[in-house]
């Protein structure tokens, strides 16, 4: 399992250049490195808007906001100025029994923004690092409350939560599982809600119920916490049936099980909202947050946790012995104030919410195309199925799968000028997730490549 590499073809190099340095000592991540013999690693060297240009000075389409973060866009110098005044005045210090102006006042606006009564922040350096504390968190809180037993988490088919040893039993990806276990023990996985490849007929509420199932086939008493995606990103871009999060948050009460919101994406317009739990109308006992929190000018995650799950912790001796160096980075916080201004200032969550239409219709026109199965999403975070088969809605085994996304349409992608995903942790998808800031003439650059792109991979195949 890795990310399908961006290749382009090797030019001559010199000892020492870039290239050269990259293919010597850079690891980078999720990548089939040995994809970089004989091709060259893609150097991204600055960005603007919804652009970002390598270093041969070609232009992309920045159509995956990097890695589904960068949602204020590219090349905003107020959130670089916010942070070096901050860096000025005080550089660092730790949200280790101190505090300092930025954390506090994030903690208060974050706060301010969260629905219903989520109050508490807990800052971290990242989405694993949000995800693996929510549910350190989780079990923390059962066991003070005498239910020391319930350590189990129960999560999606396909779901990606992270990638440390407990966030990852979370993860519902077996090809990123099997080659670490033993992992932290009590992730349990229960059906997605991507309908698309259920039966007909099928109750809408099905995956839901799964849930109750599981919790009660566990044992309740043994169960921790649910957590699930406002919209399931890998699998790419799985919604929610109506009703679906009201049904879950019913069980979750009826067997005394927490739920984790897990919007490592789905918050901070994303989906047009703060939160992707306010679009859908259902109240998390926590969020995970990160990513578009600061659209990535620096990093920076967030456990956000309600009235209730602090209570306990606040009496006392009480502590949550859990805490990572860099959590509530003054840098880090200054640059997500700084972001948050902005996409209050240019009403960016109501941009996405008329816009979202407009970029949806768009990617449904590609419907008409052979290969086209389903188009999904929510926002600006949408996906495009691909299928062998429209009429059976026949997936691509293994070995087509590879052929199409990595020998053809993520390089082809690439070279027209786009960058999206994609991906093949479960059926074949190219994902798409634009900076918010994206509009027409972007939704249409998108379009008029998609379609030459998938034209050209269906003659192919
Ligand atoms: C829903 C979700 N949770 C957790 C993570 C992990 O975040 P990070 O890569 O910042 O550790 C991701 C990353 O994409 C994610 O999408």
Redesign the pocket.
Same mark, same amino acid.
């Given at each position: 399992m890795a990310t399908t590499p961006q290749t382009v073809p090797a030019a001559p190099k010199a000892e020492g250049d870039l290239q050269d340095l990259a293919k010597r000592h850079l690891w980078m991540h999720f990548t089939r490195m040995g994809a970089y013999k004989d091709a060259d690693v893609p150097v991204i060297t600055r960005g603007e808007g919804c652009y970002v240009w390598d270093d041969q000075g070609n232009r992309y389409l920045d159509g995956l906001s990097a890695?589904?973060c960068v949602n204020s866009g590219h090349g905003r110098t107020e959130i670089g100025e916010a942070m070096s005044a901050q860096a000025a005045e005080l550089g660092f210090f730790t949200n280790w029994s101190y505090a300092h102006p930025r954390a506090i006042e994030l903690a208060a606006r974050i706060a301010s923004y969260a629905p219903g009564d989520l109050n508490r922040v807990f800052f971290t350096s990242?989405?694993?690092?949000a !995800?693996e504390s929510a549910m350190k968190l989780c079990r923390n809180w059962h066991r003070m409350r005498g239910d020391g037993q319930r350590h189990k988490v129960i999560a999606r088919e396909i779901a990606?939560?992270?990638?440390t040893l407990g966030?990852l039993s979370a993860t519902g990806i077996t090809a990123l599982r099997s080659v670490f276990e033993p992992l932290a023990p009590g992730g349990c996985h229960v059906p997605n809600t991507n309908e698309y490849h259920w039966p007909e007929g099928r109750d809408a509420l099905w995956a839901a119920d799964a849930i109750e199932e599981r919790i009660v086939f566990e044992g309740p008493e043994t169960v921790s916490a649910v957590i699930l995606?406002p919209v399931q990103?890998a699998g790419g871009c799985f919604t929610p049936q109506d009703g679906y999060f009201q049904r879950v948050r019913e069980i979750c009460d009826r067997y005394g099980v927490l739920l984790i919101s897990?919007e !490592?994406?789905c918050s901070w317009g994303r989906l047009g909202y703060w939160f992707g739990c306010e679009r859908y109308g259902y109240q998390p006992d926590l969020i995970?947050t990160?990513?578009g929190l600061t659209s990535a000018y620096a990093p920076m995650?967030a456990v956000i946790a309600s009235d209730r799950i602090a209570e306990p912790f606040l009496e006392g001796t009480a502590s949550f012995a859990h805490g990572f160096t860099f959590g509530g980075h003054p840098v880090s916080a200054a640059a997500a104030m700084a972001n948050l201004d902005i996409l209050e200032r240019e009403g960016i969550n109501g941009h996405v919410r008329t816009k979202e239409g407009e970029f949806r219709s768009m990617l449904e026109g590609l419907r008409e195309l052979d290969i086209v199965g389903d188009v999904r999403g929510a926002g600006f975070f949408q996906a495009i199925e691909l299928v062998k088969d429209k009429e059976t809605r026949e997936s691509f085994d293994d070995e087509e799968s590879e052929r199409l996304l990595r020998g053809f349409l993520s390089g082809e992608l690439y070279r027209s000028g786009l960058i999206c995903r994609a991906d093949d942790r479960g059926d074949p998808v190219i994902q798409l997730s634009p900076p918010l800031v994206a509009d027409t003439e972007q939704f249409e650059e998108i379009d008029g490549i998609l379609r030459s792109v998938l034209t050209e991979a269906w003659k192919r195949l």
């Amino acid at each position: 399992m890795a990310t399908t590499p961006q290749t382009v073809p090797a030019a001559p190099k010199a000892e020492g250049d870039l290239q050269d340095l990259a293919k010597r000592h850079l690891w980078m991540h999720f990548t089939r490195m040995g994809a970089y013999k004989d091709a060259d690693v893609p150097v991204i060297t600055r960005g603007e808007g919804c652009y970002v240009w390598d270093d041969q000075g070609n232009r992309y389409l920045d159509g995956l906001s990097a890695l589904f973060c960068v949602n204020s866009g590219h090349g905003r110098t107020e959130i670089g100025e916010a942070m070096s005044a901050q860096a000025a005045e005080l550089g660092f210090f730790t949200n280790w029994s101190y505090a300092h102006p930025r954390a506090i006042e994030l903690a208060a606006r974050i706060a301010s923004y969260a629905p219903g009564d989520l109050n508490r922040v807990f800052f971290t350096s990242g989405g694993s690092e949000a !995800v693996e504390s929510a549910m350190k968190l989780c079990r923390n809180w059962h066991r003070m409350r005498g239910d020391g037993q319930r350590h189990k988490v129960i999560a999606r088919e396909i779901a990606y939560h992270g990638t440390t040893l407990g966030a990852l039993s979370a993860t519902g990806i077996t090809a990123l599982r099997s080659v670490f276990e033993p992992l932290a023990p009590g992730g349990c996985h229960v059906p997605n809600t991507n309908e698309y490849h259920w039966p007909e007929g099928r109750d809408a509420l099905w995956a839901a119920d799964a849930i109750e199932e599981r919790i009660v086939f566990e044992g309740p008493e043994t169960v921790s916490a649910v957590i699930l995606e406002p919209v399931q990103n890998a699998g790419g871009c799985f919604t929610p049936q109506d009703g679906y999060f009201q049904r879950v948050r019913e069980i979750c009460d009826r067997y005394g099980v927490l739920l984790i919101s897990d919007e !490592v994406i789905c918050s901070w317009g994303r989906l047009g909202y703060w939160f992707g739990c306010e679009r859908y109308g259902y109240q998390p006992d926590l969020i995970t947050t990160a990513k578009g929190l600061t659209s990535a000018y620096a990093p920076m995650g967030a456990v956000i946790a309600s009235d209730r799950i602090a209570e306990p912790f606040l009496e006392g001796t009480a502590s949550f012995a859990h805490g990572f160096t860099f959590g509530g980075h003054p840098v880090s916080a200054a640059a997500a104030m700084a972001n948050l201004d902005i996409l209050e200032r240019e009403g960016i969550n109501g941009h996405v919410r008329t816009k979202e239409g407009e970029f949806r219709s768009m990617l449904e026109g590609l419907r008409e195309l052979d290969i086209v199965g389903d188009v999904r999403g929510a926002g600006f975070f949408q996906a495009i199925e691909l299928v062998k088969d429209k009429e059976t809605r026949e997936s691509f085994d293994d070995e087509e799968s590879e052929r199409l996304l990595r020998g053809f349409l993520s390089g082809e992608l690439y070279r027209s000028g786009l960058i999206c995903r994609a991906d093949d942790r479960g059926d074949p998808v190219i994902q798409l997730s634009p900076p918010l800031v994206a509009d027409t003439e972007q939704f249409e650059e998108i379009d008029g490549i998609l379609r030459s792109v998938l034209t050209e991979a269906w003659k192919r195949l």
